[in-house]
């Protein structure tokens, strides 16, 4: 920009008119777009992966809630079952005669399994009434139409149909409690018919007709109850009393609590990952701007002498940065967007078979304000920068915004480094101290090592330096000499990118590394869990195994088989325990294990399994129990089916892989307590000498195809649920994996853009008589050192917080999750680095290393 474009601007303060603004910063784009596009890419990046995040996890929740409350309409309060088998229909009868009630409607809840002819997709039945209607929910209010058109069949919403390939007017198999039936499919709902529920995966149908194919004639799950107003209380000890212990008595929307306890991990690992994100977008924008810095300091210095004081020079800086930021975040919030429909957003599978979770990509006006603004502050700062020089006179000197303009990168002070080192080593310890004290808050002892990251990085720069130094010294044949002096001339910026890879290495090894600790937990977690069969027969490959079916028919036909040796009824529930869905895992006292060892954390495995087998004894995770205040030994009252029972804690153990916790038991306390003989699973062990492949196929033949049963090797088994595990923990790998590649091209283009810009400096070596070979060496030196010092500095760190996080996820969530060095992902995240880097600097390095001489001379 020259003094001509500024001189033609009216100085007088805010009277510049918008077009002279825009004037000066058109003649700006004109002369360094590639530093503008620079700082923009850095913006769109944090602003990409932030905002990519934040939808993905506010479509995680935010479906449930839209579901949940597009049902609940109008009631406030419920009843819900505490087992599968539900309670009498009577009783919900009896409800809508209590005083205070207005509305009572029952509903019949049943996971099942739809087949069609494109696939099969677990849903959850729903039998409802007419009276559904009079809750005036978003899923009703155009629904007596479809109320009519599900008469004798089934209603699918439009998300289910599409998936398995149903048509109306076709027949669908249902699979529910081990039995297969053919369905007309009667409707399709869409939004409009039924809102957010045609997105979810259900199948709608009449209660009369539900209870009929799910072989629970008279039976219901829930009862959605409107108080009269004012009447919550009296309605609330009324219901109690009719549920006598055995039904809970609920606010209408409690399922969104459990799963927002359920979903409390996922938050947390969200909250540190757009800290980080956001921390590597301000970096890579600073960056772009530090390579740009003495160029906008002499601009400064060009309005100051044409009169503008410090208030209009913010003005045309600020108006520069917010068009900046705004674009640039503009474009992020589209790029995330896709990261958030792509890449980061898997359907949560572990939550998924617990709750009402569906795929909906929810953006909120909220978060995309979060985004933008952020995206805008930081061009803003970035921007204003320059004027630091500024602050302490009265007015406005070009020497003072001139001096020590200097290069591109600016030297960096052996004091300020020590200040930055401190701050950053008082961060850690605070850190330590608070994951400590509060492992709940490890997620926030995260955040701050994160910001701990940047303010080390300018000491480890320069005790890197000194280190180069004297190697060089002791080469003097090498390159390494030039490239650590070129290092020294541009400290600032050097330290910048140092502070970007840092920090990306960081996240990356701390996520990855906490992600493979978990998949190796989850994996031995699995194994012995599974070992006690060589063959399980069940209703699907849920991991969770709590889908029951009559346990005797099946139990029967197997037992005849010649190659069969044993066959052992194991059950499961899930079980609402305050804000806890617990699993619910009964063992047959003949298992070989009853308590999984690697997973004990409290107790003896011999006395606890024992104490299980006998019965009135349980083995508890670790997070119920803390919760709980329970200790081996304990005793805690269970809500079940058939009224509050006392439990004796045998062992502490993880949470097993399901984060709400999990509670061990034997089979015959399940069948008193949940009153049934349902079996979830059944476990076959065969005779010596036969394999569990020639097993299973002689079971499969021996049930047939009607039962609608499952039959797997132990092998078989093991694989599908270390994928469910592994599929839960996938967006975990992707979000390192990517900010690792984002943060690698990013730095890597502002290696080369401060290479090419620099092409006046190396005419001059050149004519001193440096070889462009040579130069190019000292180049991509140059870039490597800076990358291994910031890899070094984010390993160091990545390494510490991957230890905080397996504590926490010990502690606080209960993970089974065994500490391992994560050498390998070190290595990986290493090379992906520098590979990236040096990929993309050898190009503007090689050409700018062939710059004429002549180029220095002018100069």
């Excluded at 923009?40 to 935010?62: D, E, Q």
């Excluded at 209010?141 to 599409?162: M, Q, T, W």
């Amino acid at each position: 920009m020259s003094g001509h474009d500024v001189r033609r601007l009216d100085p007088s303060l805010f009277g510049m008119r918008l077009s002279g603004v825009l004037r000066i910063y058109r003649v700006r784009l004109r002369h360094h777009a590639i530093q503008e596009l620079l700082a923009a890419l850095g913006i769109a990046i944090g602003v990409a992966l932030v905002f990519g995040v934040l939808v993905a996890n506010t479509s995680i929740v935010g479906s449930a809630r839209q579901l949940i409350d597009g049902v609940t309409g109008s009631a406030r309060l419920q009843l819900a079952a505490r087992s599968p088998e539900g309670f009498a229909e009577s009783i919900a009868n009896q409800a809508g005669r209590l005083r205070g009630v207005a509305k009572a409607v029952p509903l019949l809840r049943q996971d099942a399994t739809i087949e069609g002819k494109d696939g099969s997709e677990s849903i959850q039945l729903v039998g409802v009434t007419p009276s559904l209607l009079s809750l005036h929910s978003v899923a009703t209010r155009s629904f007596s139409s479809g109320i009519r058109l599900i008469s004798g069949g089934v209603g699918l919403p439009e998300s289910v149909a599409s998936a398995v390939g149903a048509k109306v007017g076709k027949d669908v198999t249902v699979k529910i409690d081990g039995r297969a039936s053919r369905v007309a499919v009667n409707t399709e709902l869409g939004s409009a018919t039924i809102g957010p529920v045609a997105e979810s995966p259900v199948a709608v149908q009449l209660l009369s007709y539900a209870q009929k194919l799910s072989g629970k004639r008279g039976r219901i799950t829930q009862v959605l109850i409107e108080p009269r107003p004012g009447k919550d209380a009296l309605v609330s000890s009324e219901l109690r009393k009719l549920a006598k212990g055995r039904i809970d008595v609920l606010p209408a929307k409690q399922e969104l609590a459990v799963l927002a306890q359920a979903a409390q991990p996922l938050d947390q690992s969200t909250t540190l990952f757009v800290a980080i994100s956001a921390m590597v977008g301000f970096l890579l924008a600073l960056n772009a701007m530090l390579i740009t810095l003495p160029e906008r300091r002499r601009n400064i210095a060009e309005m100051v002498m044409q009169g503008f004081d410090r208030r209009q020079i913010l003005l045309v800086l600020g108006s520069q940065a917010v068009v900046l930021g705004t674009i640039a975040s503009a474009v992020g919030i589209g790029f995330g967007y896709l990261l958030a429909t792509t890449i980061y957003f898997q359907p949560p599978v572990y939550l998924a078979t617990a709750f009402p979770v569906y795929f909906h990509r929810s953006v909120h006006v909220g978060t995309v304000l979060i985004a933008l603004s952020g995206g805008v502050l930081a061009a803003l700062i970035c921007a204003v920068l320059p004027m630091y020089p500024l602050r302490t006179s009265a007015r406005p000197s070009a020497d003072a915004v001139l001096r020590d303009s200097g290069e591109s990168g600016q030297r960096v002070s052996v004091a300020a480094s020590k200040g930055l080192a401190a701050t950053g080593v008082a961060l850690v310890l605070g850190a330590t101290l608070l994951a400590e004290l509060l492992p709940s808050l490890t997620v926030l002892a995260g955040v701050m090592l994160a910001l701990a990251v940047p303010c080390l990085m300018p000491g480890l720069f320069l005790v890197a330096l000194a280190a180069l130094a004297k190697a060089s010294r002791r080469m003097p044949g090498s390159m390494l000499a030039v490239a650590t002096i070129e290092l020294r001339a541009t400290a600032t910026r050097s330290v910048a990118l140092i502070g970007v890879t840092a920090l990306a290495v960081y996240g990356s090894v701390a996520i990855e590394a906490t992600r493979h600790d978990l998949t190796t937990g989850l994996d031995a977690a699995v194994t012995e869990y599974l070992d006690t069969a060589q063959v399980w027969v069940s209703q699907n490959d849920n991991f969770l195994t709590v889908d029951g079916f009559p346990a005797e028919p099946a139990r029967r036909q197997i037992s005849r088989l010649a190659d069969v040796s044993s066959v052992r009824v194991y059950q499961g529930a899930l079980l609402d325990v305050g804000d806890r869905r617990l699993w619910v895992r009964a063992r047959p006292p003949g298992d070989a294990t009853i308590v999984q060892g690697s997973q004990l954390i409290s107790g003896s495995l011999s006395t606890a399994s024992a104490e299980i087998r006998s019965g009135g004894w349980a083995a508890v995770s670790n997070v119920f129990a803390n919760e709980q205040g329970l200790t081996v030994g304990s005793s805690f009252t269970l809500p079940t089916p058939s009224g509050s029972r006392r439990v004796r804690v045998a062992a502490i153990t993880t949470n097993v892989g399901w984060t709400p916790g999990a509670i061990t038991i034997n089979t015959s306390d399940y069948e008193r307590w949940w009153q049934t003989s349902a079996a979830s699973a059944l476990e076959v062990n065969l005779k010596p000498g036969v394999s569990p492949a020639a097993g299973s196929r002689e079971i499969r033949r021996a049930l047939g195809s009607a039962g609608g049963l499952t039959v797997e090797t132990v092998g078989q088994r093991e694989h599908s649920f270390e994928a469910t595990a592994r599929e839960g923990l996938r967006s975990l790998g992707n979000i390192s994996a990517l900010l690792l590649v984002t943060a690698s091209l990013a730095v890597a283009s502002a290696l080369g853009a401060a290479i090419w810009q620099r092409r006046d400096r190396l005419a001059a070596m050149k004519t001193q008589g440096f070889e462009s070979i040579q130069l190019l060496r000292s180049l991509l030196m140059e870039s490597l050192l800076a990358v291994i010092i910031g890899c070094f500095g984010g390993a160091c760190v990545g390494i510490y917080g991957h230890a905080l996080a397996n504590r926490w996820l010990t502690l606080s969530t209960g993970f089974p999750a065994p500490f391992a060095l994560g050498e390998v992902q070190l290595l990986l995240a290493f090379a992906v680095i520098v590979a990236i880097t040096m990929a993309m600097v050898a190009l503007p390095g090689w050409s700018a290393a062939k710059v004429p001489p002549s180029m220095g001379l002018q100069e």
